[in-house]
């Protein structure tokens, strides 16, 4: 079974460009979370989907960040304007939910999309 | 909110000793407590994790033990191996019936170093 995967694995770009960041999570996963970790800080929760419909995102840090899950499958997260402050590593995570009458709540975690602004 | 503050913030042991990580957390309805190692270049690995309903869990070389009370967890790492040096987080969350779960807080992670 293919683990999560996001892309790029490292992006550099300008103050003020836009990237967008994808996560391919884990096959028949319902659940799909956008981690970030800024330098020399914790990992810090941004935002929850489940399939294709937001259900939290109250770690997103402003309006400059836009995630989208089309179809409930992969996910993009969005930076534009992009701002120095935005650099880290970003991680994408995926849980399985209910299956087969069993609750599986594990997070498998992406390698994660180094971002650097400049 | 949650706050999960986690403690040493670097931890040296000779191999073959034991290594013991600890957390506590603030938020009493978190109900879920996973582990993950994190080598270099690569994403956090979950290797454990313990449920509020269980007091202790244990696989092979690895344990966790939760004191909800106290609200603390403790990762437990016995005869140490080089291939264990890593950056360790314990993180906290809600679960929910269903297979629901909120996203995790995370601590800030113990560097782990197996002194040869």
């Known amino acids: 079974e293919a683990g999560v995967t996001q892309f790029p694995s490292h992006s550099v770009i300008e103050k003020g460009q836009t990237v967008t960041l994808r996560c391919d999570p884990i096959s028949g996963h319902d659940n799909l979370y956008w981690y970030r970790r800024v330098m020399g800080k914790e990992i810090k929760f941004l935002l929850h989907f489940v399939k294709e419909s937001k259900q939290d995102e109250s770690g997103m840090p402003n309006n400059r960040f836009l995630a989208e899950r089309t179809g409930g499958t992969y996910s993009t997260l969005k930076v534009q304007p992009a701002e120095l402050e935005d650099s880290g590593v970003y991680f994408c995570?995926?849980?399985?939910?209910?299956?087969?009458?069993?609750?599986?709540?594990?997070?498998?975690f992406g390698p994660g999309t180094r971002l650097t602004v400049t | 909110g949650e706050n999960v503050e986690q403690h040493p913030s670097t931890l040296s042991v000779q191999e073959g000793d034991s290594a013991v990580i600890k957390c506590t957390y603030s938020?009493?309805?978190?109900?879920?407590f996973p582990w993950y190692k994190q080598e270099l270049g690569k994403g956090p690995q979950l290797i454990i994790d313990i449920r509020s309903n269980v007091g202790e869990k244990k696989d092979q070389r690895i344990a966790v033990t939760l004191n909800k009370t106290a609200k603390h967890f403790s990762l437990h790492i016995t005869e140490t191996q080089p291939e264990d040096s890593a950056v360790y987080f314990c993180?906290?969350?809600?679960?929910?019936?269903?297979?629901?779960?909120?996203?995790?807080?995370f601590g800030k992670g113990t560097h782990l170093i197996i002194q040869p």
């Open positions: 938020d009493s309805a978190s109900n879920y």
């Open positions: 995570a995926s849980s399985q939910g209910r299956t087969s009458g069993r609750d599986l709540y594990e997070q498998y």
């Open positions: 993180a906290a969350s809600i679960r929910y019936s269903g297979g629901g779960a909120d996203g995790l807080t």
